[in-house]
């Protein structure tokens, strides 16, 4: 069974604080992605990685930058976060290019005061 | 701009009976198709897919019907169970893409 875990399930942080939330998988998939699920809005993509140090901006990039210094590891940085940032944070991993289904994580509810 | 779209927020259904969630969507090149379950303070877990060149794909309760001249995609669940009470997301992709595009997601509330 595919395995994506996130390093906190709850996370509350002040608003200028810098943000870190990680993500492992461990199915040797080459891409990864991060997500913020916000209700009526359903999941929108923040940035994706395809191979190790490669990353792409998703819909919402601002505000947000990624690391993926190893292939089962992918960071979301939170620079300076803000209140709009408070959202469940949901990180996927998936193999290759073609028909395969993303797996998730079980997210991180991120609130900023 | 939302690419895919699910109008249905909820969906409240009788114990037994069938659950039909809608899906529409608008970008011609989507191939593929995905349904997601989640439930609270989970993460989405995926169900079932089914590509452009089938218009069925059956799995236990679950079925999904592509009507491509409509760009419409639907998920039967029959019969609906408690269990089955979850938000259900849509998400569509081109077939070369490493994007899933999702909905906006349908609240399944399975009444005993």
């Known amino acids: 069974d595919v395995k994506v875990t996130q390093s906190s399930r709850y996370l509350v942080k002040r608003t200028g604080e810098k943000v870190f939330l990680e993500c492992v998988q461990d199915?040797?998939?080459?891409?990864m992605f991060w997500y913020r699920q916000d209700p009526g809005l359903g999941l929108r993509l923040i940035y994706f990685?395809?191979?190790?140090?490669?990353?792409e901006k998703g819909d919402i990039p601002e505000g947000y930058s990624v690391s993926r210094e190893k292939k089962e590891r992918f960071s979301l940085i939170l620079e300076s976060a803000s209140t709009n940032q408070t959202s469940m944070y949901l990180c996927?991993?998936?193999?290759?290019?073609?028909?395969?289904?993303?797996?998730f994580g079980p997210g991180t509810r991120l609130t900023v005061t | 701009d939302q690419q895919v779209k699910q109008n249905s927020p909820s969906l409240s259904v009788q114990e037994g009976r069938i659950s039909i969630l809608n899906c529409d969507y608008t970008?011609?090149?989507?191939?593929?198709f995905l349904w997601y379950k989640k439930y609270p303070a989970e993460g989405p877990t995926f169900l079932i897919s089914i590509s452009s060149i089938k218009d069925k794909n059956e799995d236990g309760r679950f079925t999904v019907f592509l009507n491509k001249s409509a760009k419409h995609l639907s998920l039967h669940i029959v019969p609906s169970q408690p269990g089955d009470s979850a938000v259900y997301f849509c998400a569509a992709s081109d077939w070369n893409d490493y994007k899933l595009s999702f909905g906006a997601g349908t609240t399944v509330t399975v009444r005993a």
């Open positions: 990685s395809y191979d190790v140090k490669m990353k």
């Open positions: 970008n011609s090149m989507f191939d593929y």
């Open positions: 199915m040797d998939h080459e891409n």
């Open positions: 996927a991993s998936r193999k290759g290019t073609g028909p395969y289904e993303q797996y």
